[in-house]
C-alpha cells in the first residue's frame, strides 16, 4: 500500500512518523515546520538529528533570519539585547492568547506605544500613550505590564533600565514595520512568524540553562547588574 499524503501540505506523501501529531508526514514538512507549526517533543530523532546537522533548507532559513535581524542588535548593549528577547516573548505569548489575529502592524504599533510612554516618563512626564487599534493597545497593555513586573525590583536601577526597554522597543518596532519588506515571500504575519522561530531556537538553545535564568525570576537575563 502507499504512503499516504501529508496532512499538512496535502500534496507530498507522508514518509516520517510524527510523534508530536501521530501520524506520517513528509520530509518537506518536518523540515519547515518543526518547532514552528509542530511542537516537537525532545524525544523525536528527526528534531535531535536536525539539531546536529540542520538541513539545508533550515539553514538558510536561520541566515536569511540572521541578516535580518543583526541590524536590529547591532548597536544594542547587552542588556537592551536580553530586554529585547524577553519583550519578543512577551509578543510571542500575547499573540497566541489573543482573540483577535494579530497582524505585524499592530506589533510595531505596540512597541512604539510603549516605548513612547517610557519615553515621556525619561523627560518627567508621566503620560500613557495609546495605541490607535485596539489589538494594538492590548498588546502594548501585555508589555508595560510585563515591564512593570522587573522594573518593580529593579530598585535605583528602575530608570535605567526604563531607558534600556525604550530602545528595544523601538527596534522591536523597526523590526516590525520592516519584516514584510525585509523578508520577501515570508507568509504574513512575517515578524510574528519571525518571533515563533527566534524563540523556539532559544529555547532549545536554553534548554539546559538553570530556572535561575528564566525571565520574571529577578535575574541578570532581565535587570541589568
Not at 501529531?21 to 528527526?46: D, F
Not at 533600565?161 to 515570508?186: F, H, M, S, W, Y
Amino acid at each position: 500500500m502507499s504512503a499516504q499524503t501529508c496532512p499538512l501540505c496535502h500534496a507530498r506523501k507522508g514518509k516520517r512518523s510524527c510523534p508530536a501529531l501521530g501520524q506520517t508526514i513528509c520530509a518537506a514538512c518536518c523540515g519547515t515546520k518543526r518547532l514552528v507549526e509542530i511542537a516537537c517533543p525532545a524525544s523525536c530523532a528527526y528534531l535531535s538529528s536536525a539539531r546536529t546537522y540542520p538541513a539545508a533548507v533550515i539553514q538558510r532559513r536561520q541566515d536569511r533570519d540572521l541578516q535580518f535581524m543583526l541590524p536590529l542588535l547591532a548597536n544594542l548593549t547587552e542588556d537592551q539585547h536580553r530586554l529585547l528577547i524577553y519583550f519578543l516573548a512577551v509578543i510571542g505569548r500575547g499573540a497566541g492568547a489573543s482573540e483577535a489575529s494579530l497582524i505585524d502592524q499592530d506589533v510595531a504599533e505596540a512597541a512604539s506605544t510603549a516605548a513612547a510612554t517610557l519615553e515621556t516618563a525619561g523627560k518627567g512626564i508621566i503620560y500613557q500613550h495609546q495605541a490607535s487599534s485596539i489589538p494594538a493597545q492590548h498588546l502594548a497593555d501585555e508589555i508595560n505590564r510585563a515591564l512593570e513586573e522587573i522594573a518593580a525590583r529593579a530598585g535605583s536601577r528602575r530608570s535605567r533600565l526604563e531607558r534600556d526597554a525604550a530602545v528595544a522597543l523601538r527596534q522591536i518596532a523597526t523590526g516590525a514595520a520592516n519584516a514584510e519588506k525585509g523578508l520577501p515571500g515570508d507568509e504574513p504575519p512575517v515578524f510574528l512568524r519571525l518571533v515563533t522561530r527566534i524563540l523556539g531556537a532559544a529555547g532549545a538553545s536554553q534548554s539546559d540553562e538553570p530556572a535561575r535564568d528564566a525571565p520574571g525570576t529577578g535575574s541578570r537575563l532581565i535587570i541589568p547588574g
